[in-house]
Protein backbone atom coordinates (compact mmCIF):
# COMPACT_ATOMS: atom_id res chain seq x y z
CA UNK A 1 0.00 0.00 0.00
CA UNK A 2 2.65 2.66 0.83
CA UNK A 3 5.55 1.56 -1.99
CA UNK A 4 2.22 1.84 -4.31
CA UNK A 5 1.70 5.73 -3.60
CA UNK A 6 4.72 7.71 -2.22
CA UNK A 7 2.54 10.48 -1.36
CA UNK A 8 0.97 8.13 1.17
CA UNK A 9 1.88 8.59 4.86
CA UNK A 10 -0.37 6.40 7.46
CA UNK A 11 -0.45 5.95 11.04
CA UNK A 12 0.08 1.91 11.73
CA UNK A 13 -3.43 2.07 13.16
CA UNK A 14 -4.45 3.11 9.72
CA UNK A 15 -2.68 0.79 8.22
CA UNK A 16 -4.20 -2.00 10.12
CA UNK A 17 -7.63 -0.89 9.54
CA UNK A 18 -7.11 -0.48 5.49
CA UNK A 19 -5.07 -3.83 5.08
CA UNK A 20 -7.38 -6.05 7.83
CA UNK A 21 -3.72 -6.79 9.67
CA UNK A 22 -3.76 -7.05 13.29
CA UNK A 23 -2.03 -3.97 15.04
CA UNK A 24 1.07 -5.98 16.42
CA UNK A 25 1.88 -7.72 12.91
CA UNK A 26 1.42 -4.28 11.33
CA UNK A 27 4.00 -2.70 13.82
CA UNK A 28 6.69 -5.96 13.25
CA UNK A 29 6.49 -5.38 9.10
CA UNK A 30 6.75 -1.78 9.61
CA UNK A 31 9.67 -2.14 11.79
CA UNK A 32 11.34 -4.76 9.61
CA UNK A 33 10.45 -2.35 6.44
CA UNK A 34 12.40 0.27 8.00
CA UNK A 35 14.93 -1.70 9.14
CA UNK A 36 15.72 -2.54 5.39
CA UNK A 37 15.03 1.23 4.35
CA UNK A 38 11.64 0.48 2.07
CA UNK A 39 10.03 3.01 4.87
CA UNK A 40 10.55 5.94 6.75
CA UNK A 41 8.49 7.52 9.60
CA UNK A 42 8.25 9.99 11.92
CA UNK A 43 6.38 10.85 14.58
CA UNK A 44 4.11 13.50 15.58
CA UNK A 45 3.18 13.51 19.10
CA UNK A 46 2.83 10.38 20.16
CA UNK A 47 1.60 8.83 16.46
CA UNK A 48 4.08 7.17 14.17
CA UNK A 49 3.43 8.34 10.37
CA UNK A 50 4.57 5.75 7.96
CA UNK A 51 5.33 6.29 4.24
CA UNK A 52 7.44 4.76 1.69
CA UNK A 53 11.03 5.56 1.20
CA UNK A 54 11.65 6.93 -2.78
CA UNK A 55 15.37 7.30 -2.09
CA UNK A 56 15.89 3.44 -1.46
CA UNK A 57 17.68 1.48 -4.05
CA UNK A 58 14.99 -0.83 -3.83
CA UNK A 59 12.36 1.86 -4.10
CA UNK A 60 10.92 1.67 -7.93
CA UNK A 61 11.54 -2.14 -8.58
CA UNK A 62 9.03 -2.78 -5.61
CA UNK A 63 6.95 -0.51 -5.88
CA UNK A 64 6.32 -1.70 -9.48
CA UNK A 65 6.08 -5.01 -8.39
CA UNK A 66 3.75 -4.68 -5.58
CA UNK A 67 1.37 -2.29 -7.49
CA UNK A 68 0.63 -4.66 -10.00
CA UNK A 69 0.33 -7.60 -8.52
CA UNK A 70 -1.70 -5.59 -5.21
CA UNK A 71 -2.61 -2.16 -5.74
CA UNK A 72 -4.61 -0.14 -7.41
CA UNK A 73 -4.91 -1.23 -10.73
CA UNK A 74 -4.97 -4.84 -9.08
CA UNK A 75 -7.75 -3.52 -6.95
CA UNK A 76 -9.95 -1.70 -9.32
CA UNK A 77 -9.15 -4.54 -11.97
CA UNK A 78 -10.47 -7.41 -9.26
CA UNK A 79 -13.48 -5.72 -8.57
CA UNK A 80 -14.40 -5.12 -12.03
CA UNK A 81 -14.31 -8.41 -13.54
CA UNK A 82 -17.24 -10.34 -14.23
CA UNK A 83 -19.25 -7.01 -14.51
CA UNK A 84 -21.46 -7.67 -17.94
CA UNK A 85 -20.83 -5.22 -20.27
CA UNK A 86 -17.45 -3.93 -19.44
CA UNK A 87 -15.01 -4.02 -22.69
CA UNK A 88 -12.80 -2.47 -21.22
CA UNK A 89 -11.54 -0.03 -18.54
CA UNK A 90 -8.24 1.97 -18.07
CA UNK A 91 -7.15 4.29 -14.48
CA UNK A 92 -6.36 7.80 -16.05
CA UNK A 93 -5.81 10.96 -14.38
CA UNK A 94 -3.31 12.15 -11.31
CA UNK A 95 -2.98 8.47 -10.43
CA UNK A 96 -1.69 6.83 -13.92
CA UNK A 97 0.26 10.11 -14.67
CA UNK A 98 2.20 9.56 -11.15
CA UNK A 99 2.14 6.03 -12.23
CA UNK A 100 3.82 6.48 -15.49
CA UNK A 101 6.68 8.87 -13.62
CA UNK A 102 5.47 11.86 -13.93
CA UNK A 103 5.47 14.45 -11.00
CA UNK A 104 2.82 16.63 -9.42
CA UNK A 105 2.21 19.64 -7.62
CA UNK A 106 -0.16 18.04 -5.14
CA UNK A 107 -0.82 14.55 -3.87
CA UNK A 108 -3.23 12.41 -5.59
CA UNK A 109 -6.42 12.46 -3.65
CA UNK A 110 -9.11 9.95 -6.01
CA UNK A 111 -8.65 7.32 -8.98
CA UNK A 112 -10.08 8.15 -11.97
CA UNK A 113 -11.60 5.22 -13.87
CA UNK A 114 -13.04 5.04 -17.54
CA UNK A 115 -14.72 2.60 -18.04
CA UNK A 116 -15.80 1.21 -22.14
CA UNK A 117 -18.59 -0.22 -22.68
CA UNK A 118 -22.42 -0.51 -21.47
CA UNK A 119 -22.49 -2.33 -17.74
CA UNK A 120 -25.59 -1.87 -15.62
CA UNK A 121 -24.36 0.84 -13.26
CA UNK A 122 -26.07 0.03 -10.19
CA UNK A 123 -23.34 -2.88 -10.17
CA UNK A 124 -20.58 -0.95 -11.29
CA UNK A 125 -20.77 1.38 -8.61
CA UNK A 126 -21.37 -1.36 -6.01
CA UNK A 127 -18.13 -2.77 -6.95
CA UNK A 128 -16.30 0.75 -7.20
CA UNK A 129 -17.33 1.05 -3.61
CA UNK A 130 -15.76 -2.26 -2.18
CA UNK A 131 -12.48 -0.96 -4.43
CA UNK A 132 -12.96 1.89 -2.47
CA UNK A 133 -12.94 0.75 1.08
CA UNK A 134 -9.76 -1.32 0.42
CA UNK A 135 -7.95 1.60 -1.17
CA UNK A 136 -8.99 3.92 1.42
CA UNK A 137 -9.57 6.76 -1.82
CA UNK A 138 -12.10 7.48 -3.77
CA UNK A 139 -12.96 6.14 -7.06
CA UNK A 140 -14.61 8.16 -9.73
CA UNK A 141 -16.00 6.13 -12.83
CA UNK A 142 -16.46 7.54 -16.32
CA UNK A 143 -18.55 5.15 -18.69
CA UNK A 144 -18.37 5.81 -22.57
CA UNK A 145 -19.20 3.70 -25.43
CA UNK A 146 -16.92 1.18 -26.44
CA UNK A 147 -15.17 2.97 -29.43
CA UNK A 148 -14.51 6.35 -27.35
CA UNK A 149 -11.04 6.27 -27.19
CA UNK A 150 -10.65 6.20 -30.79
CA UNK A 151 -13.62 7.90 -32.03
CA UNK A 152 -14.56 10.50 -29.02
CA UNK A 153 -13.89 14.24 -29.07
CA UNK A 154 -13.81 17.62 -27.27
CA UNK A 155 -11.97 18.68 -24.27
CA UNK A 156 -12.31 16.04 -22.17
CA UNK A 157 -11.62 13.39 -24.35
CA UNK A 158 -8.05 15.35 -25.29
CA UNK A 159 -7.46 15.38 -21.37
CA UNK A 160 -8.02 11.95 -20.80
CA UNK A 161 -6.41 10.51 -23.85
CA UNK A 162 -3.04 13.11 -23.97
CA UNK A 163 -1.61 11.88 -21.14
CA UNK A 164 -1.33 8.56 -19.38
CA UNK A 165 -3.68 5.45 -19.15
CA UNK A 166 -3.00 2.62 -17.52
CA UNK A 167 -4.96 -0.07 -18.92
CA UNK A 168 -6.68 -2.62 -16.21
CA UNK A 169 -6.56 -6.48 -16.97
CA UNK A 170 -9.99 -7.66 -16.63
CA UNK A 171 -9.22 -11.48 -17.74
CA UNK A 172 -7.36 -13.37 -15.51
CA UNK A 173 -4.59 -15.04 -17.38
CA UNK A 174 -2.83 -18.04 -15.23
Known amino acids: MLLGDPSLELN???????????HP??????????????V?????????????????????GL????TKAF??????????????????????G???????????QRAVGDIDVLV????VRDKLYEALHRAEERLGREVQATVRDPQWIEEGSGSFHGTVTSRPMLRLELVLTH
Open 94 to 104: SWAARHAGEAG
Open 63 to 66: ADIL
Open 25 to 38: SVHREIKRAEAAGL
Open 40 to 60: TSRRVGQTRLVRANTESPYYA
Open 71 to 92: GVPAVVADVLRGIDGIEEAYIY
Open 12 to 22: LTEISDRTGTP
Open 116 to 119: LGTP
